[in-house]
């Protein structure tokens, strides 16, 4: 069965302070990995992966897959309330379509 | 742009009623995407459309959900008759190539109450 699995289900820290996010997958014909944050309202982009060991940084967000080992990882640094959000991985598979299979999330919480 | 637009933005009503959900995808998208989240499953793809033709409708759960595109500029989400566990947030996304592994963009959701 095709599944995301993200973690940890929630993380509360403290302004300042870097995080990383988890995110593990098996599907089959993986073609990407996308990273969305959701606050109150819909899911917003963050990154698209298609390619093992290659940063993507904007700004204090980075993210990085690797396909030998199925998973991919979120950080930032440098926390700020504004960051507090579900986080949610998301992969496309399935051949020549556009179809995601989305993780549960993970409920980060900056605090002051 | 106006991103993609959903209608309503909350609707609440009672059991057994019908409840038909709107979405207007951005203009020369060819993929629109029917979603459903909740806190216990997360977001859940019920159903998608590619070049105004459904490919993918594994996801929506019973006989009771059903969703049309008619145009390239619209797609409804119908439920009928509805029950109290189909409350959630529904949201609907597109995205501009079918084949390709774009990025989909997301609409601000309709929140719905089953009493």
């Known amino acids: 069965e095709d599944k995301v699995v993200q973690s940890p289900l929630s993380l509360v820290v403290h302004e300042g302070d870097t995080v990383t996010l988890n995110c593990s997958y098996e599907?089959?014909?993986?073609?990407?990995l996308l990273w969305y944050k959701q606050e109150k309202k819909a899911p917003t982009f963050l990154f698209m992966l298609t390619s093992s060991g290659i940063e993507k940084k904007s700004g204090r967000l980075s993210s990085i897959l690797d396909k030998k080992e199925l998973f991919s990882i979120l950080n930032i640094t440098a926390t700020q309330t504004g960051d507090s959000a579900i986080y949610l991985c998301?992969?496309?598979?399935?051949?020549?379509?556009?179809?995601?299979?989305f993780g549960t999330g993970t409920l980060l919480a900056v605090q002051p | 742009d106006a991103g993609v637009i959903q209608s309503p933005r909350h609707e609440v009503t009672e059991m057994g009623q019908e409840v038909t959900l709107r979405c207007k995808p951005i203009s020369g998208h060819n993929s629109l995407f029917w979603y459903r989240q909740t806190m216990m499953r997360g977001l859940e793809l019920l159903i998608y459309f590619n070049n105004n033709v459904p490919i993918d409708d594994s996801g929506m759960p019973e006989d009771r959900f059903s969703a049309k595109m008619p145009n390239a500029s619209f797609s409804t989400l119908k439920i009928q008759p509805s029950e109290p566990r189909d409350s959630a947030v529904y949201f609907c996304a597109s995205s501009p190539q079918g084949n390709s592994y774009n990025e989909q963009f997301f609409g601000p959701g309709t929140r719905l109450t089953v009493l």
């Open positions: 998301a992969v496309n598979y399935g051949g020549a379509t556009n179809k995601l299979i």
């Open positions: 599907v089959t014909n993986f073609r990407s």
